[in-house]
């Protein structure tokens, strides 16, 4: 299955590479890369391993880790 982020995940997602670049270092940015890529290649071979959005139904959503919080 081919995985697409919504518009405001790929937002998010981009925010947070260039926080990570700016406050931490490559390697912590390149850590976080490398688990957002196990996450996604899991959910490409199983997407109903994780939960639908109530929102819209035709996405998931997947956690790559729980500290990371936007207020």
Sequence with gaps: MKIRLSSLAAFKLELLVEYLEE???ARVKL???KKLEKGLNVAANNPNAFPQSQIRPELRKLVISKQ???T
């Design 23 to 25: 406050r931490w270092s």
């Design 31 to 33: 850590k976080f890369l």
């Design 68 to 70: 990371l919080r936007y």
